[in-house]
């Protein structure tokens, strides 16, 4: 489990509950002081991480407050019962710890009858799981909220009860419990495990012809001017990624943009990368104006089909972060640390 946690604090991004909107003005103060995508910039934000399935419509841009109620409204998903696989959620890299893997549902049922001793049985076992996946399935679209906050380098993630601190020129991190009010501290330097990195080789979408990039009309989202951009590509996946299978793909992305940086590093990937999101999320950096800060992102593969597939996300509740705000990242006083 220490092992498991130790590759969580290298790989996640994370916030606070505190977080409150900030007015435009500050925002764009914040915009104009940072010379680049590479000044020292701190902000703060809410991100709902979601997957469309089966042809689901991404919801209106400018709709945070309404998907992060519709979240907060829907009870508990309870874990699977019998050895069944719940949904899960992974840490990726850098924001992407926010980013939702779900199992997919098709293996769910599939042992049911081998398991069941008699008729009754397995129509009591196909109505549970049918109600389960019929939760999960709402939980997958609603999708979870993630409260961040990134300054000087450091990083804070709050997701329900655990927070993930992260200070990496201190080669520290610290996960609290915020119920148990305990903290555990992990120095990364010395930490005697090994992690070990699957090195096999995946090939990376390629491009069939040229991408088409269309700017959208600018919106106002969460009270912040954004630019938008619509590119439509076609993309061949040489093996199966993510939710994806292997063969030729219609990929739409929709992206806007706030003009304030990003304190993460301009995306280097090329283009066939970022469109590959439907399949895999790669990043959440711009890859229409790189160093500028994502508000809203939805990659749909294949859409207008049955099988279309949406991953998106979609930030609010977004402020500026400067030195009165470096106590979010310590473990307050009154936590017990625990080695």
Not at 141 to 164: C, D, M, N, P
Not at 237 to 245: M, S, T, V
Not at 324 to 339: G, I, R
Request: charged residues 20%.
């Amino acid at each position: 489990m220490k092992s498991l946690i130790i590759i969580l604090a290298k790989a996640a991004l994370l916030s606070t509950s505190a977080l409150s909107a900030a007015s435009g003005q500050d925002l764009a103060r914040a915009g104009a002081a940072a010379n680049g995508a590479q000044a020292q910039v701190g902000i703060a934000f809410d991100q709902i991480d979601r997957v469309l399935l089966r042809g689901q419509v991404p919801p209106p841009v400018d709709s945070f407050a309404a998907d992060a109620a519709r979240i907060a409204s829907l009870p508990p998903l309870k874990a699977a019962k019998h050895g069944g696989r719940a949904a899960v959620q992974t840490v990726g890299n850098m924001l992407l710890g926010a980013a939702m893997n779900f199992v997919p549902l098709g293996g769910i049922i599939g042992g049911i009858a081998s398991r069941a001793a008699n008729a009754a049985e397995e129509a009591a076992e196909r109505h549970y799981w049918e109600e389960h996946n019929a939760a999960l399935m709402r939980f997958i679209s609603a999708g979870t909220i993630t409260h961040f906050a990134l300054y000087h380098g450091w990083s804070r993630s709050e997701q329900k009860h655990e927070v993930t601190i992260l200070k990496p020129e201190e080669g520290l991190s610290f996960i609290l419990d915020t119920e148990k009010r305990t903290a555990q501290v992990i120095d990364l330097r010395t930490a005697p495990e090994t992690i070990e990195v699957d090195t096999a080789a995946t090939l990376p979408p390629a491009l069939v012809g040229e991408p088409e990039t269309t700017p959208l009309p600018e919106m106002t989202i969460g009270g912040l001017p954004a630019r938008g951009y619509r590119t439509n590509a076609t993309i061949e996946l040489h093996n199966a990624i993510g939710w994806c299978a292997a063969g030729r793909h219609i990929v739409t992305q929709v992206e806007y943009i706030v003009d304030m940086p990003d304190p993460q590093p301009p995306a280097t990937e090329v283009a066939a990368r970022g469109l590959g999101d439907g399949c895999q999320p790669a990043s959440t950096v711009s890859y229409r104006e790189p160093g500028r800060f994502v508000l809203y992102r939805a990659t749909s593969t294949d859409p207008d089909t049955p099988k279309a597939i949406t991953m998106m996300f979609e930030r609010g509740n977004v402020r500026p972060l400067n030195q009165k705000d470096a106590s979010l990242f310590s473990v307050p006083p009154a936590f017990t640390k625990e080695q």
